[in-house]
């Protein structure tokens, strides 16, 4: 992993035992929980339309991968949303 300078700093200072970690405070716990609740919520409804036989591939992958169709469709569109699918040239 390639970090910045100050994340270096930070990881060398720790390393050499300069700065020590301390457990979360239940209010960080908290936060943190509520965090990725509302990460995992999906609180919104779509509706597109797919050729039936690209539907039928999406339903073949998902089987396949052993979840729901719609988690595969709302995955692929989570990832492409955050640039971690390239696109072909």
Known sequence: M???REEQSILDAYEKGDIH???PSRTEINEVKNAAKN???KDQRITIRLYDHDLKGIKKKAMEKGLPYQTLVSGVIHQYVEGELAEKK
């Open 39 to 41: 990460t995992f919520r």
């Open 21 to 23: 970690a301390r457990p």
């Open 2 to 4: 390639k970090y910045d």
